[in-house]
């Protein structure tokens, strides 16, 4: 099912996968481009001829104007081959039907899009009576990721690895931080807290720092730890860590509607303000334990009688760019401490400042991101695989969750005697159960978990190695 390509490594080292991906829009446009940029063989099936000839233009992938529910449409895409079948369409039956008949007509794994909320109550059934093996809701993912975020208020952006156990925040070095024109290894010595900072953004620069790295003013961190290491090290240097209660959401969507149910669940109060009158009925049927508001979330009339003014995290939601982030700039202007963005053109991301008050998020990228993380799954190597993939420092970075499996160079040798290549650092491991930041007297045994920061492409452990 696999074939070799030349892609500007050693075709010995590469083994591409043949992908087949329905639907040409947002979320698959940005499919292409990431499998594109892996190496992998890609079609694109589309009933748009002129987005066809738009991705041919822009990637070397093969197009195939058609229906994706039509034999001779699968057919010439040559569905048999497919390693991995994706249908990311707007519509859900659609991508369901394009899944099954993948499958029946060989594909070796489907992945489909489902947004509808009905769906969502019956993925298990889905899966195993369709025979689809991956379901991705954008609307739950990025209400989930949202939920992490607020978890952690200090983070503009927060991660989990290890099922929890392990931490990855994003994190702003502003003006008075005590960090500021430290080393790393003074901020080490100083704290003696188990934390890594394994990755810093300084302006267009991407950096794996070592010891003597010095933290300056503007610097976004990566930092990695348990939760409890990386609250203590947050109070340490000054960072207020105050746990966010109460919420606005601006805008009545899926995302609101998901997002407000996961925040109902771990205590906070949650009110929505929507301008559509029948939406706003709906979610007070569904969702009666959230205060539902009737009104223009831009309006600062209405965000000011609703209270923006005692709120600790306000998400803005809505359908359109340019109000999300008024609604978010005005939001810092009444300085709540929490301020989380949707956006769908990442490159609008870039007009708000670096202050860290703002989160953006962007639904796409995170579909794209988990159907990229199973893909590299399904790649990895016997010795090692990788559970979990997260790109990070504005996609420049990457951290890579692996499961240690057999004995190899790795497991023989601790750390320091191992010669690993630049730009990789080793973020921690899951050893029996616990986690810990590792030094140069650190092993990695058989069964462990190595979470893997990198600005280098991995697709297995041993790549590490120089």
């Known amino acids: 099912m696999f074939s070799l390509q030349f892609v500007g490594r050693k075709a010995m080292d590469i083994i591409s996968m043949n992908v087949v991906i329905v639907g040409g829009g947002k979320v698959g446009r940005k499919l292409v481009k990431d499998f594109n940029n892996e190496g992998e ?8 001829n002129s ?8 990637y070397d992938v093969r197009c195939v104007n058609g229906i994706g529910t039509n034999l001779e449409t699968l057919n010439e895409a040559e569905v048999r081959k497919a390693d991995l079948f994706i249908a990311v369409t707007e519509n859900d039956e659609y991508n369901a039907l394009c899944a099954v008949m993948a ?3 060989g594909a070796e794994r489907c992945v489909a899009r489902v947004r509808n909320r009905v769906y969502f109550k019956q993925l298990d059934f889905m899966r195993s009576a369709l025979g689809i093996d991956l379901i991705v809701n954008p609307e739950y993912a990025t209400a989930s990721e949202i939920s992490r975020i607020l978890r952690f208020p200090a983070a503009i952006n927060a991660e989990t690895f290890a099922k929890g156990r392990v931490e990855l925040i994003e ?3 502003g003006d008075d931080n005590s960090l500021c024109d430290k080393a790393l290894y003074e901020i080490y010595k100083k ?6 900072i394994c990755a810093v953004q300084r302006g267009s620069e991407v950096y794996i720092p070592n010891g003597d790295f010095i933290i300056r003013k503007g610097d976004k961190l990566h930092i990695t730890a348990s939760h409890r290491d990386l609250t203590l090290f947050m109070r340490e240097i000054g960072v207020i860590q105050k746990k966010v209660k109460s919420a606005i959401l601006i805008g009545g969507g899926r995302i609101s509607f998901y997002l407000a149910k996961l925040l109902l669940e771990s205590g906070m109060q949650v009110k929505i303000i929507e301008s559509n009158m029948e939406r706003c009925q709906e979610l007070a049927e569904y969702l009666p334990k959230v205060d539902i508001v009737y ?3 831009t309006d600062k009339n209405v965000l000011s009688e609703e209270g923006i003014d005692r709120v600790d995290s306000l998400v803005a939601l809505t359908g359109i760019d340019e109000e999300n982030m008024i609604i978010s700039m005005y939001a810092k202007t009444r300085d709540v401490d929490k301020i989380v963005t949707k956006v769908n053109r990442i490159s609008f991301a870039d007009l708000m400042d670096d202050s860290g008050v703002y989160s953006i998020v962007t639904p796409k ?3 794209a991101d988990i159907i990229i993380r199973y893909a590299r799954a399904m790649k990895s190597a016997k010795e090692t695989e990788i559970v979990t993939l997260y790109r990070i420092v504005n ?7 692996f499961i240690v499996n057999k004995e190899s160079e790795l497991t023989s040798k601790s750390l320091s005697q191992i010669k690993i290549k630049k730009n990789v650092l080793i973020a921690a491991i899951l050893h029996n159960n616990k986690m810990f930041v590792p030094d140069g007297n650190s092993r990695i045994s058989v069964g462990d978990t190595v979470v893997v920061v990198t600005t280098q492409h991995l697709t297995t452990l041993s790549d590490i190695l120089e």
């Open 41 to 48: 063989n890609i079609v694109l099936i589309d009933i748009k």
């Open 191 to 196: 704290y003696k807290i188990k934390v890594l």
């Open 295 to 297: 009104g223009d979330g």
């Open 51 to 58: 987005v066809c000839e738009r991705v041919e233009e822009s």
């Open 365 to 367: 990228n995170i579909t």
């Open 103 to 105: 499958k029946k007509l």
């Open 395 to 401: 996609n420049q970075a990457e951290a890579l969750e």
């Open 171 to 173: 994190f702003n070095i």
